[in-house]
């Protein structure tokens, strides 16, 4: 028997399509039976990857006793949070304000009939432990509160949507917000809010006050890779605005390199690590989490000359073509923390297995490099590979050449992966987010450029153009597809995400099509998000089904800001275009968060980006003529990190009228133009004169060692 969940587009809710419990997805029918029952929801949200949504389902969701509890006392809905960011997002902040502490998955809501929660909690065991009432002994409680007291939750409920109202920028009340950003309202702006030219400072100061200089990272356990921050801190150190910023970013990627939270044998990084030192991950694997470090590392390796960094990159790629990459050309979801019942088992190895997989010189070298030679380190039972010795320690120690134990430990890596390929997989979510690979299109066109990797744009224009085929259609975006099912309203991220992903791909390779696409995304997303009385954009589109709360995130958190990635991405279409328009929406959106941004920068990297790209507007660079000049050119300019110049090169063809109208002249062999904000230079004809122009615009670099 199967409940309401199996025709879900969500593998995650198809999970749970054979629980007793009779779940309902989010949606008018569930919604409308509350509603004419007066009986309160409880919703629970997860996704696929998650460790602990699986240990509930187990316990609880599979359990007939548990499940008729359920059923007889509430309207049962399940949600993913990767479908579903806008209900995750007002739910988890619902729950920092009700209970005090930080939210996270499963997410379980005790709402009422008006869709307003009134008890909030995470994971519940079945019964009573560890201080931590089981969800059995709770579910009559929580029905019984609703039954008994439905004034106070009433009154709770209204004081939750006023205090979750303020802490949107420029806001009265939920209402007032949906009327003010509704589309068709009169047009406006966002009150005249100084810039605050001081932020980036006082963030890169806030950052080094925080790092780790032992392990990398920020703070302490449980450790994230915080990838905006980094690359925040990289272009900070090509700035020279802080002493510190180079080595934030240069230990971190090291540390982080060497940890297990990075996969030593398969590639690609792990959402978190449990401790400090990078050492044991939470072993899920997230489409998002390696797109963002892609783009760091194959950055890192070019602006710090670290050829290390560009190796990771390369590792992520082959990671996201051999797990995550569907046949035709998208990438999924997530890899799950668990395999065959246990979390971490693929990857965690015994001594003895790991010393029988290899000859006796591999393991040599293996042993130390890997920490084999030590205690174990996953739960006192097993070994995580990870460098737990320094290659060139192994090769003082075995009193041989680096090339060597270079070569053993290559063939100590080989022999693991083989016989870790031979059990039981972790599940594959593989339903295609338009979000999250927007992002990872963009960092493949970026790393590219940076790693001089063409093979990596291909893999990008073979993402996007199946993501336009199936998600873009007259002229909106939609989020999710399973197969050939696409569904839900697109949300802020899709349409940033992907509009800062045109703009990548247009200088890894420029097709005229996609500038249009550009346009086009751009338009959308201000037509359908902004909020024209303050400025900034909603999370969700004006023609969004109505919440009882509506956001507009400021905040980088395990992706960028919508906010910061749209004013980004906007802006440099602006100046790609001359059309001001853009420039004038992206300082809409800084100024709405202007307040904010100067009060508590932290945390929001991504519009102190934007910040500095409006008061120093970015570079371009456009290259046309001879094919083979001009793709020569744009080669040796993109081995120096220049996070404020984007260069396209148009090579013979014809330039499009939508470009900045110096590059639509002609000239002879091949020729440069280089527009600094919206003014265009005289074209130059070789290399040296291009070199010659951008060192007079003093863009941020960080010269090669």
């Not at 010393?355 to 380190?377: I, K, L």
């Not at 909603?538 to 990635?565: Q, Y």
Request: proline share 6%; aromatic share 8%; with cysteine.
């Amino acid at each position: 028997m199967t409940n309401r969940l199996a025709a879900a587009t969500s593998p995650y809710l198809r999970q749970h399509a054979g629980n007793p419990v009779d779940w309902h997805p989010w949606d008018d029918e569930a919604l409308a039976l509350a509603a004419r029952e007066n009986k309160p929801i409880l919703l629970s949200i997860g996704y696929s990857a998650c460790h602990w949504c699986h240990v509930m389902a187990h316990e609880s969701f599979e359990d007939p006793e548990v499940a008729a509890l359920m059923n007889a006392l509430f309207v049962n809905i399940k949600v993913d949070r990767e479908e579903r960011p806008d209900l995750d997002q007002i739910c988890q902040t619902a729950h920092a304000l009700m209970m005090r502490r930080p939210g996270g998955w499963p997410l379980t809501v005790f709402m009422t009939p008006q869709r307003v929660p009134y008890f909030i909690g995470t994971y519940f065991p079945k019964e009573s432990r560890y201080g931590i009432t089981g969800f059995r002994e709770l579910l009559p409680r929580a029905a019984a509160a609703f039954r008994e007291h439905g004034e106070g939750i009433a009154a709770q409920g209204k004081a939750l949507i006023d205090a979750l109202a303020s802490l949107e920028p420029g806001t009265i009340d939920a209402g007032a917000k949906r009327g003010a950003g509704a589309a068709g309202g009169a047009a406006g702006g966002p009150s005249a809010a100084a810039l605050p030219a001081g932020a980036p400072g006082a963030a890169l100061a806030d950052l080094e006050r925080s790092f780790d200089h032992l392990h990398g990272g920020f703070g302490g356990a449980p450790k994230f890779p915080h990838a905006a921050e980094l690359d925040f801190c990289l272009r900070g150190a090509a700035a020279k605005q802080s002493a510190g910023a180079q080595e934030i970013v240069a230990t971190t990627l090291e540390r982080m390199a060497a940890g297990g939270i990075h996969d030593q044998l398969g590639g690609g990084f792990c959402r978190y690590s449990v401790d400090a030192e990078w050492s044991i991950p939470h072993f899920e694997k997230m489409l998002y989490d390696n797109a963002a470090l892609l783009a760091l590392y194959a950055d890192a390796g070019r602006a710090l000359s670290n050829p290390a960094f560009g190796a990771v990159a390369r590792d992520i790629v082959g990671f996201l073509v051999r797990e995550l990459r569907a046949a035709d050309g998208a990438f999924h979801s997530s890899l799950d923390a668990d395999s065959d019942g246990e979390e971490g088992r693929y990857y965690v190895f015994g001594r003895d297995e790991a010393r029988a997989a290899m000859s006796a010189a591999e393991w040599e070298a293996a042993a130390p490099y890997y920490g084999f030679d030590g205690p174990p380190n996953f739960e006192d039972r097993a070994w995580l590979p990870r460098v737990a010795t320094p290659v060139a320690d192994v090769t003082a120690r075995l009193a041989t050449t680096l090339p060597d134990v270079q070569t053993r430990i290559a063939g100590a890596r080989a022999a693991l992966f083989a016989l870790r390929s031979t059990r039981v997989r972790p599940a594959r979510d593989d339903k295609v987010l338009t979000a999250w690979n927007a992002l990872a299109i963009g960092a493949l066109a970026r790393a590219s450029r940076a790693q001089d990797e063409p093979a990596w744009t291909d893999l990008a224009f073979g993402a996007l153009d199946r993501l336009i085929a199936t998600a873009w259609s007259d002229g909106r975006l939609l989020a999710t597809r399973l197969g050939g099912d696409v569904a839900l309203n697109a949300y802020l991220d899709d349409y940033a995400f992907l509009l800062a992903a045109l703009v990548e791909v247009m200088q890894a390779r420029f097709r005229s099509r996609d500038l249009d696409l550009a346009v086009a995304v751009a338009d959308a997303l201000i037509d359908r998000f902004e909020d024209r009385a303050q400025g900034g954009f909603w999370f969700t589109s004006h023609d969004h089904e109505h919440l009882f709360h509506r956001t507009k995130p400021a905040h980088d958190n395990a992706t960028p800001s919508g906010n910061g990635i749209a004013a980004q991405a906007l802006i440099a279409l602006a100046h790609l275009t001359a059309l001001h328009r853009y420039a004038d929406a992206a300082e809409r959106v800084v100024r709405a968060f202007a307040p904010g941004l100067e009060r508590a920068p932290g945390g929001q990297s991504s519009l102190l980006v934007a910040l500095e790209q409006i008061e120093r507007p970015p570079s371009t660079l456009i290259l046309r003529g001879d094919p083979t000049l001009t793709r020569s050119w744009q080669r040796s300019l993109e081995r120096h990190y220049r996070p404020e110049l984007m260069i396209v090169d148009l090579g013979d063809r014809e330039a499009p009228s939508r470009l900045a109208a110096g590059s639509a002249q002609r000239a002879e062999g091949a020729a440069a133009w280089l527009c600094s904000g919206f003014a265009c230079r005289p074209p130059v004809t070789t290399l040296e004169a291009i070199e010659e122009s951008l060192a007079s615009t003093q863009l941020r670099r960080i010269p090669k060692t």
